[in-house]
Each structure stands twice: as structure tokens, then as C-alpha cells.
């Protein structure tokens, strides 16, 4: 099963409740999963199709599959909140790195917006905080003058507008999470970076920590900082 559920009642002893199988081909892999209410989001792709799959959840052992939704892009990371789902992407082209749906009715989402930001080779994470989404970017095909961090403004779902953004690197930031008033990524130039974005137009740099073998994902805690690595050589697998 591409998806799978883990009941962690015994924390010494998490078990498999339920799965399901999302009909992926070879080289498939689900990047993103985002859970809200009773469903289950996926973003999952191979070599030829990136898909949105959303998974009705309310038997933890028994989940299906309610929809299916073609997705422009090779979908890397999603988030749900109240009833949107927010999608960033990679390789799609500039027109296709990020998009909202309406996930309202889970048997039919219906894309309401996107930007048309040229995020380089696309977008590897993303955070949703009020009427914000901040967004982790860059690739082989960005310039050195691209923001790695981009703020946009997503109070009009239909029309997701830039508005902060600053440099960080050269290279792509590959992760990020919002806490308060802060911002933090990790990116390929193995370095933690912690910027203020208490003004969303005006996000501004405090600090970077380097951390060696490829930080790729993390999370914040009680003041400390917790990080998944994804050291090379990779073969292709993060």
C-alpha cells in the first residue's frame, strides 16, 4: 500500500491499522499528505501523471479513495486548511507551481487559483498561516537572484499574489515551517536559516546554522530544532 495508516497508541509499539493502494506505477512515490476532518489529502506522481488523491479516513481500518484529481505539476508538498487544499510543486513550468482547490466537497475538488510565480525548477514545501503561505523554492534552473523564501497573500483564493520574499541562498531551500513570527528552512547548502516575518512584505534574515548531510525536512520543539537528512550520494531517493 502507497498509503498506510499507524496507530501509535503504544509508542514502543506503533502497528498498521489500514492502507490503501493508489493505483500509482513504477517509479511513483507520494511526496505530500495533509490530513483535515475525516479525509486523508495525497499528493503523489511518477514518470507520467501527478494526482491529488483524497481518502476517506473515518475507518482507520477500512480508508478509500473518494477522488482523484489530475494535478498541472509534480506535486512535492500539500496543506489543508478549512476547506482548501494549497499545492506546490516542481518541474511544471512557471505557471504551474502553485494552486489552491476547493476541497469542500472531497468527491470533487475544484481548482479556484494559482500564481503564476516563476519559482525556477519549482517548489519543494510550503506553510499556510492565516491568510499567508509561505513558500520553500529554487532548483537548478533559478537564477542566484531568486527568493528562496516567497510570501504570498492568499486572502483571495482566486488570485494567490506575491507580496514579501528575500534571497537566503543560491541554493533551493527544501523546507520550511512558520512558527509565531519566524520562518524556518533548511536547504541544500546544508544550512538552517531563521528570518522574521512578522512584516510579510518585508521578511528579513536573523540567523543560519549549518548543519552537514543534506538537512531535507525538520521540526520545532520546547526551543530546539529536530532534522531529517538526506546525505549523498541520494540515487535518486529523498
Known amino acids: 500500500d502507497s498509503f498506510r495508516i499507524i496507530d501509535i497508541t503504544n509508542k514502543s509499539n506503533p502497528v498498521v491499522v489500514g492502507g490503501q493502494n493508489l493505483s500509482l506505477t513504477n517509479y511513483s512515490r507520494c511526496?505530500?499528505?495533509?490530513?483535515?476532518?475525516?479525509?486523508?489529502?495525497?499528493?503523489?506522481?511518477?514518470?507520467?501523471?501527478?494526482?491529488?488523491?483524497?481518502?476517506?479516513?473515518?475507518?482507520?481500518?477500512?480508508?478509500?479513495?473518494?477522488?482523484?484529481t489530475?494535478?498541472?505539476?509534480?506535486?512535492?508538498?500539500?496543506?489543508?486548511?478549512?476547506?482548501?487544499?494549497y499545492i506546490i510543486g516542481r518541474n511544471g513550468g512557471p505557471t504551474d507551481q502553485f494552486r489552491i482547490y476547493d476541497v469542500?466537497?472531497?468527491?470533487?475538488?475544484?481548482?479556484?487559483?494559482?500564481?503564476?510565480?516563476d519559482l525556477?525548477?519549482?517548489?519543494?514545501?510550503l506553510d499556510v498561516i492565516n491568510?499567508?503561505?509561505?513558500?520553500?523554492?529554487?532548483?537548478?534552473?533559478t537564477t542566484s537572484f531568486d527568493d528562496k523564501l516567497v510570501i504570498l497573500d492568499v486572502s483571495d483564493k482566486?488570485?494567490?499574489?506575491?507580496?514579501?520574499?528575500?534571497?537566503l541562498t543560491e541554493s533551493a531551500a527544501n523546507y520550511i515551517k512558520v512558527y509565531g513570527k519566524y520562518a524556518f528552512l533548511s536547504s541544500w547548502d546544508?544550512?538552517?536559516?531563521?528570518?522574521?516575518v512578522?512584516?510579510?512584505?518585508?521578511?528579513?534574515?536573523?540567523?543560519s546554522h549549518a548543519v552537514s548531510g543534506g538537512p531535507l525536512t525538520f521540526a520545532v520543539y520546547d526551543n530546539y530544532i529536530y532534522t531529517g537528512h538526506a546525505p549523498l550520494p541520494r540515487d535518486g531517493n529523498y
Open 190 to 196: 546544508n544550512n538552517i536559516y531563521i528570518v522574521d
Open 131 to 141: 491568510d499567508y503561505a509561505y513558500l520553500a523554492a529554487g532548483g537548478s534552473f
Open 104 to 117: 469542500s466537497n472531497p468527491s470533487n475538488p475544484v481548482a479556484v487559483g494559482g500564481s503564476e510565480l
Open 70 to 85: 489530475v494535478l498541472p505539476m509534480g506535486a512535492w508538498r500539500i496543506q489543508v486548511k478549512d476547506k482548501y487544499a
Open 198 to 207: 512578522a512584516s510579510s512584505t518585508n521578511p528579513t534574515l536573523l540567523n
Open 158 to 167: 482566486t488570485n494567490p499574489t506575491k507580496v514579501g520574499g528575500v534571497l
Open 120 to 125: 525556477g525548477e519549482g517548489g519543494w514545501a
Open 31 to 68: 511526496q505530500g499528505i495533509a490530513t483535515n476532518n475525516n479525509y486523508a489529502f495525497a499528493v503523489c506522481n511518477n514518470l507520467v501523471t501527478t494526482a491529488m488523491y483524497v481518502i476517506n479516513i473515518t475507518d482507520k481500518t477500512n480508508p478509500f479513495v473518494v477522488s482523484t
